[in-house]
């Protein structure tokens, strides 16, 4: 895992690459997403919030994340022969920009058979309700990286719950604060495999 943050906040995708061959010989896909490429973006983002890292390191980081992704996305290919009957969203809280999760999340969904709809981060409570009330997702994954802006998380499950009555609602990311009795009706998701393991449940 440190290997591949520091390929990310190098930018050597090369090296990233390299560490994903090596580790594909022990490793699924999925496996690889919750063991290497996960763990290292949190790193960045804890040393980023830190100020070890600067915008631009973390900006580098990401975008190489991005890449890697593009490229693991032939091993995460869906079954061709899975109808796309379920749809799914995705988005962030109003003020968070961070959304690498969420792309790790649309490969996985699309590899289970669902159409997805990434909104990927900053989109407005209003913005983020109408379109649920148009699609009626089946399920709406929220990611929340920054702990500072967990406050937005429950206006955001008010507007998912009175736009689409029917999803299921998962949250994802670094930054959410601890269960509360509140959360009834709300899934956490724990890394991919879980992702999985919950829809297939």
Not at 45 to 54: I, R
Not at 76 to 83: F, G, I, R, S, V
């Amino acid at each position: 895992m440190v290997a591949m943050r520091l390929a990310f906040v190098a930018g050597d995708l090369d090296h990233a690459l390299e560490i994903v061959r090596q580790a594909s010989a022990e490793l699924s896909a999925v496996e690889i997403l919750d063991e290497l490429v996960a763990p290292a973006m949190k790193e960045v983002g804890t040393l980023w919030e830190s100020d070890m890292l600067s915008v631009a390191d973390e900006h580098l980081a990401t975008a190489t994340a991005h890449w890697l992704l593009a490229q693991l996305s032939p091993l995460l290919k869906e079954d061709q022969a899975t109808p796309r009957f379920r749809m799914a969203v995705l988005a962030t809280t109003p003020s968070e920009r961070h959304a690498t999760g969420l792309l790790v999340t649309e490969s996985v969904l699309r590899r289970l058979g669902f159409g997805v709809i990434n909104l990927r981060g900053g989109v407005p409570l209003d913005a983020l309700g109408a379109m649920l009330a148009r699609e009626q997702p089946a399920v709406v994954g929220v990611s929340l990286t920054l702990s500072a802006w967990a406050a937005e998380l429950e206006p955001t499950i008010a507007t998912i719950r009175s736009s689409a009555p029917h999803a299921r609602i998962l949250l994802g990311g670094s930054g959410l604060p601890p269960a509360r009795p509140g959360d009834f009706g709300v899934e956490r998701v724990d890394g991919m495999r879980h992702l999985e393991a919950l829809l297939a449940s």
